[in-house]
T-cell receptor, first 113, second 113 residues
Framework: GQSLEQPSEVTAVEGAIVQINCTYQTSGFYGLSWYQQHDGGAPTFLSYNALDGLEETGRFSSFLSRSDSYGYLLLQELQMKDSASYFCAVRLPSNSGNTPLVFGKGTRLSVIA | DGGITQSPKYLFRKEGQNVTLSCEQNLNHDAMYWYRQDPGQGLRLIYYSQIVNDFQKGDIAEGYSVSREKKESFPLTVTSAQKNPTAFYLC????????????FGPGTRLLVL
């Protein structure tokens, strides 16, 4: 089976740095993805880690450690518009094309002044 | 502009009624997906399709049906057998191989009268 665990809520101050963790129990997967979803909106892709290590995209970075079954999303220089839900997701192996993503339940980030 | 569209934005269902949610994409993606999202919850997979005229059940397929007669279209029918249909429904698409990102439509919010 597979499950992804994330904190349900995180609050951080504008301008600060916040880390959203994702731990997983799955026997194998292609990589770890992160999606952002604003209230009432559609999820949008943020980042993808195929290999262990850190991937940086502007203010956002994502990290994966397969040996520790752990990943995180790091948001720097927080802005009010970063208030949203953040989901980690994995794609399980398949011999017949892309399988659907398995999503965590999401972390609701609230950025306060 | 390439993208994925869903209609309607809001849909009301009466007891015992079947309703159909539309999903269209012009991204030339082979794979399409339907997810259900309940308040404060993650995304749960209903059905997915990797190729025209073929589809697979996801984790919560009971009470739903789909068709994939064209590559661009993947409509979802919420049948009267689905006893708790009130939710936010998201359609997504992706390439079949070689790309990790799923692209989501804006969603349809289904409410029961």
């Amino acid at each position: 089976g597979q499950s992804l665990e994330q904190p349900s809520e995180v609050t951080a101050v504008e301008g600060a740095i916040v880390q959203i963790n994702c731990t997983y129990q799955t026997s194998g997967f292609y990589g770890l993805s992160w999606y952002q979803q604003h209230d009432g909106g559609a999820p949008t892709f943020l980042s993808y880690n195929a290999l262990d290590g850190l991937e940086e995209t502007g203010r956002f970075s994502s990290f994966l450690s397969r040996s520790d079954s752990y990943g995180y999303l790091l948001l720097q220089e927080l802005q009010m518009k970063d208030s949203a839900s953040y989901f980690c997701a994995v794609r399980l192996p398949s011999n017949s094309g892309n399988t659907p993503l398995v999503f965590g339940k999401g972390t609701r980030l609230s950025v306060i002044a | 502009d390439g993208g994925i569209t869903q209609s309607p934005k809001y849909l009301f269902r009466k007891e015992g009624q079947n309703v159909t949610l539309s999903c269209e994409q012009n991204l030339n993606h082979d794979a399409m997906y339907w997810y259900r999202q309940d308040p404060g919850q993650g995304l749960r997979l209903i059905y997915y399709s990797q190729i025209v005229n073929d589809f697979q059940k996801g984790d919560i397929a009971e009470g739903y049906s789909v068709s994939r007669e064209k590559k661009e279209s993947f409509p979802l029918t919420v049948t009267s057998a689905q006893k708790n249909p009130t939710a936010f429904y998201l359609c997504a698409s992706s390439m079949l191989r070689g790309e990790e990102t799923q692209y989501f439509g804006p969603g349809t919010r289904l409410l029961v009268l």
